[in-house]
């Protein structure tokens, strides 16, 4: 009896994600919107409020969490990261000071205290790598001189995250100045060894993992994973980060192969996440927040837009590119709603779930708009000056290019 | 020639021809190629992008060598021997037995002379050698031995 009522619980809202997926996708937009809003439409206070399924889907979004970050790991290699870190860090910088720092300011100016700023600072600092490389390909700008400027941002951004994740949880946990910098120490000397052994070793790991038959292979890369994230989670590191080191670890064929076998698990988890995390905000607690939400938003999108023009001027950029690359960073979305959801499992300012929900499904929308129309939004701004006579070509970026 | 590698998609390889136009392929990470032209007035920015699969830039390989080659054979000589390319099936009667058991110079005429595995290649393997399911055999020998070959290590 129970279980049937789960079954139809759960089956109400995956179908109807995946009908809402499809829709939004005819109109070339992200998902991560319409699950937000479905789990609002599902959660208290909404349309068609579930119960029953509960503590499923919680469970399922912690796992979303984990495969979510595991994902992230598999796209790099331990090299891709450090050569990264080594020639991007000013970039990195930038990044953290212009879209960070708002966030943390406009958590202080509410007068949430400095844990609920350092998740905020997290919240608007991240930018979306799972919708910009999905703008990129769709506009076909992969191949453009500004993409590798933007894929590096975004590396950096994930590598920080490693970083952040713990000192997040050490944060929210809520330990002593003493505790809170033992465990902290322990966090990022966990994270560094993992990411020296995976330098070193991982080769040997992955030949460890790799397997002909797919089926052992994915059982031992969920296993292997689950159990670290456990462990991480047991030492204060946080499941997530845990997850991500072992990502960073497999490579070669082992990182392939777990890939293509993991992505549909990830979409399936990731959605359940997203709509958990709706269930949880009360659609009620969004009007209150929504204009500092906004505000937050036009900021931290003027600030990326910023960030991707220096960091392409750095790299020698002409202006055009300078655009397009600040333009296709603005997306935010599920490593915010990550970050938001750690501090909302930790019971912390009850309206920062709201503003991370309304922020996110701001940005989410407006990003792919921001990389499409940045640049030549910018060009017939700056043209006004000079004589329009000097380029007598029309728009300088069509419509219909791209095939 | 220029690589530059994009994480998390694959590699961009550039070139610039003689003639100062830039052309770009991008290798994704799915096996699908990205080739890439660029604009004259905005030689950062993409004019045209084209997705190919695998199988597509097969062909366009194919097309821009003019040798052509069919993929399963490797050489073909003017003294009447061939080189042929035969993959055991992961069913293959073959599967865990000794190469020696194919009797296969005895019976064909044919000599294997390599085989490929997804670990490496094994040059001139000998006759204990052990055969296994998704091995792919490269044999060289008369057209009609190669194909007496090819209907032995068929047998499933």
Redesign the interface.
Known sequence: MHTATIFIELGAIILTLGLLGRIGSRYGLSPIPLYLLGGLAFGQGGLLPLSASEEFVATGAEIGVVLLLLMLGL??TAA?LV??LKSQYPAGMVDFAFNALPGAAMALLLGWGPVAAVVLAGVTWISS?GVI?KVLGDL?????????VI??I??LEDLAMAVYLPILTALLAGAGLLVGSVTLAVALATAGAVLFVALRYGRLISRFVSH?DPEKLLLVVLGLTLLVAGIAQQLQVSAAVGAFLVGIALSGEAA?GA?TLLSPLRDLFAAVFFVFFGLNTNPASIPPVLLPALALAVTTALTKIATGYWAARRAG??A??RW?AGGALVARGEFSIVIAGLAVAAGIEPSLGPLATAYVLLLVVIGPLAARWTEPLAARLTRRGPAPAAEP?PL??EPG??? | MQS??????GV?YDLTTREHQHL?V?AH?DGTR?L?T?RR???????????LTEGESAALVDALTPSHHSPNVLHTSGLGLVAERVELSGSSFWNGRALGETRMRTDTGVSIVAVLR?TGAVPSPAPDFRLAG?DTLILIGTREGVDAAAAILGRE
């Open positions: 796209e790099y891709d050569t990264n790598s490389a076909g700008r992969l191949g453009n001189r500004e993409t590798p894929l590096s975004l590396v002909d392939e890939h950029i002409a055009k590119g397009r070509q300088p970026e290019v791209r095939v | 530059t590698p994009l994480p998390g998609i961009q770009s991008i990470r990205t890439n660029y007035e905005d030689p950062d920015a993409c004019a045209h992008s084209l997705r997804r998704g």
